[in-house]
């Protein structure tokens, strides 16, 4: 008999604001996720971006997860800390004769796209034989074939998408010298032994170039559950700009927290709602299960 492997998840807040419901819909989901069967949960911040990132807020999160009673494995990971590490990665692919240099601006990749995807114009391949310029600046793209990237996510069910010709050789290293989301998040997760990502369907449409990363590595791909998202009044996806009512703060926590098990379809006893939020997530572990989440995003009504 074959041993059952433990389950190692994470959460990866970016810091640009306080954490808002939004977000502690994806934590408590990769939480539970974990915590139920015993696992092993994670938590690493996506600083990767410096503009983006607010002074502070990442002390800020970290300070009401830990208030409403989420207790992490290990010490927090900072990808701003992992530059060294990302371009050890980022050589091994060089070596592997994966990546090429790409000296196209956003304005020449938007004029030379054959058609937009979801996700932005898709890059015809310009530079794949060398780059086009004489420029001191460039960045650096993975090749991808035409080959269709078929995966199950636990929520959203089957999904299919052609590399090639809905997205197109993508950057990794771009030419400010900033490391791709895509590539740090896989590298990450690598690390850290990573093998079930739960997080917010926003993310579901970067998931096949994240599982061609995992196979250019020759690593396991993990298990996916993208979670519905949170919609504002005007069906959007809720965001930090939707206003101070959304963010969680200690005199709230334990309300959003209950309404958060509410929106994932774990349908919590209404008298869990004026408990502490240690209690809450107590019963969230005891009784958390995907079968109940749906896949449809949605408004929700908060306490």
Same mark, same amino acid.
């Given at each position: 008999?074959?041993?059952?492997?433990?389950?190692?998840?994470?959460?990866?807040?970016?810091?640009?604001?306080?954490?808002?419901?939004?977000?502690?819909?994806?934590?408590?989901?990769?939480?539970?996720?974990?915590?139920?069967?015993?696992?092993?949960?994670?938590?690493?911040?996506?600083?990767? $971006?410096?503009?983006?990132?607010?002074?502070?807020?990442?002390?800020?999160?970290?300070?009401?997860?830990?208030?409403?009673?989420?207790?992490?494995?290990?010490?927090?990971?900072?990808?701003?800390?992992?530059?060294?590490?990302?371009?050890?990665?980022?050589?091994?692919?060089?070596?592997?004769?994966?990546?090429?240099?790409?000296?196209?601006?956003?304005?020449?990749?938007?004029?030379?796209?054959?058609?937009?995807?979801?996700?932005?114009?898709?890059?015809?391949?310009?530079?794949?034989?060398?780059?086009?310029? $004489?420029?001191?600046?460039?960045?650096?793209?993975?090749?991808?074939?035409?080959?269709?990237?078929?995966?199950?996510?636990?929520?959203?069910?089957?999904?299919?998408?052609?590399?090639?010709?809905?997205?197109?050789?993508?950057?990794?290293?771009?030419?400010?010298?900033?490391?791709?989301?895509?590539?740090?998040?896989?590298?990450?997760?690598?690390?850290?032994?990573?093998?079930?990502?739960?997080?917010?369907?926003?993310?579901?449409?970067?998931?096949?170039?994240?599982?061609?990363?995992?196979?250019?590595?020759?690593?396991?791909?993990?298990?996916?559950?993208?979670?519905?998202?949170?919609?504002?009044?005007?069906?959007?996806?809720?965001?930090?700009? $939707?206003?101070?009512?959304?963010?969680?703060?200690? $005199?709230?926590?334990?309300?959003?927290?209950?309404?958060?098990?509410?929106?994932?379809?774990?349908?919590?006893?209404?008298?869990?709602?004026?408990?502490?939020?240690?209690?809450?997530?107590?019963?969230?572990?005891?009784?958390?299960?995907?079968?109940?989440?749906?896949?449809?995003?949605?408004?929700?009504?908060?306490?």
């Amino acid at each position: 008999m074959t041993e059952r492997m433990e389950i190692t998840g994470r959460f990866a807040p970016s810091p640009t604001g306080p954490l808002h419901f939004g977000s502690l819909v994806a934590a408590l989901g990769s939480y539970l996720a974990v915590r139920s069967k015993g696992g092993t949960w994670f938590v690493r911040i996506e600083d990767l $971006d410096p503009p983006r990132v607010v002074a502070g807020s990442a002390d800020t999160i970290l300070r009401v997860l830990d208030g409403l009673g989420f207790e992490w494995d290990g010490e927090v990971v900072w990808q701003s800390q992992r530059y060294g590490y990302y371009s050890e990665m980022l050589d091994e692919l060089k070596r592997s004769g994966h990546l090429f240099r790409c000296t196209c601006s956003r304005r020449e990749v938007l004029a030379s796209a054959p058609h937009i995807g979801e996700e932005g114009p898709v890059y015809p391949g310009t530079c794949r034989r060398g780059p086009q310029k $004489d420029t001191g600046q460039s960045a650096v793209r993975i090749r991808v074939p035409d080959l269709n990237v078929c995966f199950r996510d636990g929520v959203q069910g089957e999904q299919q998408q052609n590399l090639e010709q809905e997205v197109g050789d993508f950057i990794l290293h771009r030419a400010d010298g900033q490391f791709a989301y895509q590539l740090a998040v896989v590298v990450d997760d690598i690390a850290a032994g990573v093998n079930q990502v739960v997080r917010g369907a926003d993310l579901l449409l970067s998931t096949p170039r994240q599982i061609f990363l995992y196979r250019c590595f020759g690593k396991q791909v993990p298990a996916y559950y993208h979670l519905p998202l949170v919609l504002g009044r005007n069906q959007e996806k809720l965001s930090k700009r $939707d206003g101070p009512a959304i963010t969680v703060n200690k $005199d709230n926590g334990s309300g959003l927290l209950w309404c958060a098990l509410d929106f994932l379809g774990q349908a919590p006893p209404v008298e869990l709602q004026n408990m502490p939020a240690p209690e809450i997530l107590t019963w969230g572990r005891q009784n958390f299960s995907f079968s109940k989440v749906s896949a449809v995003n949605n408004t929700v009504t908060f306490c």
